[in-house]
């Protein structure tokens, strides 16, 4: 048994050494071999890069904008509690120092300050109360004749809060002078102790600075009520502008100027007189070196009678362009946005012929057409004047020979006018003041040659009667 064995386990033996050998050979080719992944001496290796950091990802375009707008909102909060804080403080000081002032100096001008200032408010008061009465009467005076109240009741409601305004500071001024007298013994009590803490020096340099911040807070007083004052002519004067003057009710338009634009009046009586008032309102839209208002003549004389606008003058002229009366600086310059009041009388007795402007007398000239009549029989135009040169039109329309063949555009009238009216008289100067009142009831006196709102008037054109 065991020989049998013995030759098997050498046998055994002998394989494996035969497979060690050959794996040994293996290597031996293997590692004798040459590979490509050498690194020679000319070559630099690279680095390897290594892997980043985790970092937080950038903050978008919103991001910012966010945390720029919490920031700004964060400030504007400090800032906001930072000026409360501020007033808070003055405003408690400015009262302790008022209370002091009027405990000190109460007896001494108290009185004239309380005064003062119920005189302003009660007389700021009266003008307002005033104006809106005025308005609601012509309101009332408008309402009857048709005409839209609309901006009456835009401008009355405008008064009506600086009414309000103006009681508004009547009551606060009461009531700051109902607490400073109410308490003086308080108020000297605080003075007193004020002043104990104070040396003397400390104390007349405290009661400068009351001195001081009363009359501050007066001149702030007096500057709001001068603000007032500007406002409400504002308002007055753009009422003047929307409504027509002297209670009149309606007025003529000539929107442009043209030679087929004009108004021709048919007088009540014949003109053939020695003694004559011609008065008007007129608010021009611009101003030529001559523009008519009021032309009277015939084909032998065209010029018996007119009433012109030169620039900032005004002209009166009778019997012909020789006899004239110039009045300067009547118009502003370039037109004007105002109603304009004026009148022109003439006497031949004495030839003494007068301009009139706003109820005053500009200009007077003695020896004009002395001893002339008017004669009867010619026309009388407004907005326009007839030379009498020219043959009738075909397409005037006008039954007048020449009368509007011898217009000339030039010449025309372009604007607003109203209150037209003549007497065979010469009229005194009150009753000429009477009639030139914008506020008055001028437009109810009415002549006897000519009478606005009773005499007829034809527009001519593009002329119409408006409200």
């Known amino acids: 048994m065991f020989r049998w064995r013995l030759p098997q386990a050498v046998c055994v033996l002998s394989a494996c050494v035969c497979l060690v050998l050959a794996y040994e050979e293996d290597f031996e080719v293997n590692y004798a071999d040459t590979y490509y992944n050498e690194i020679t001496d000319g070559e630099t290796p690279e680095p390897t890069p290594s892997p980043a950091p985790c970092n937080s990802p950038d903050l978008t375009k919103w991001d910012k904008i966010f945390s720029m707008l919490e920031n700004s909102q964060m400030r504007e ?44 408010a009660l007389q700021l008061e009266g003008r307002v109360r005033e104006t809106l009465e005025r308005l609601k009467s012509r309101e009332q005076t408008f309402a009857a004749a048709g005409n839209s109240v609309g901006n009456s009741k835009h401008l009355e ?159 009166f002229t ?33 030839g003494l012929a007068s301009l009139w402007a706003a109820g005053k007398k500009v200009a007077s000239t003695p020896g004009v057409a002395e001893g002339h009549v ?13 030379n009498g040169c ?17 217009f000339d555009p030039k010449m025309a009238f372009a604007g607003k006018m109203t209150g037209v009216n003549m007497w065979d008289r010469v009229l005194s100067e009150e009753e000429i003041s009477q009639v030139a009142l914008q506020e008055g009831q001028g437009c109810k006196k009415r002549g006897n040659m000519v009478a ?11 002329a119409q009667l408006i409200n």
């Open 77 to 120: 909060n400090m800032l906001l509690q930072y000026a409360d804080d501020i007033i808070k403080v003055e405003m408690g000081s400015l009262r302790g120092e008022m209370l002091r002032f009027v405990a000190q100096y109460g007896g001494s001008c108290g009185v004239a300050v309380e005064t003062a200032g119920r005189r302003m």
């Open 157 to 315: 409601a405008m008064l009506q809060q600086l009414l309000s305004a103006a009681q508004t500071q009547t009551s606060r001024l009461t009531k700051l002078e109902t607490s400073c007298f109410s308490s003086p013994g308080a108020g000297m009590s605080m003075n007193t102790k004020a002043g104990s803490q104070l040396p003397e020096g400390g104390g007349v340099q405290l009661r400068e600075q009351e001195v001081t911040s009363q009359e501050v807070a007066l001149d702030g007083v007096l500057a709001a009520l001068q603000e007032t004052r500007v406002e409400l002519g504002e308002v007055l004067r753009s009422s003047r502008q929307r409504y027509l003057p002297a209670g009149c009710e309606m007025a003529l338009l000539f929107p442009m100027r043209s030679r087929r634009i004009y108004t021709s009046v048919i007088p009540d009586v014949p003109l053939s007189v020695s003694s004559f008032t011609v008065c008007m309102w007129v608010k021009p839209t611009t101003v030529s070196n001559k523009t008519v208002l009021f032309s009277y003549g015939n084909r032998r004389n065209p010029y018996e009678i007119q009433l012109l606008l030169s620039q900032t003058s005004a002209l």
């Open 318 to 350: 009778i019997g012909g362009e020789a006899h004239l009366v110039e009045a300067l600086s009547v118009v502003n310059p370039g037109g004007t946005s105002e109603w304009i009041h004026l009148c022109g009388a003439w006497s031949s007795e004495q």
């Open 374 to 386: 008017l004669p009867d029989g010619g026309s009388l135009q407004l907005g326009q004047e007839r």
């Open 390 to 406: 020219c043959s009738p039109s075909p397409s005037s329309g006008s039954g007048v020979a020449g009368f509007e063949g011898g």
């Open 452 to 462: 606005w709102g009773v005499t007829e008037m034809v527009p001519h054109g593009g």
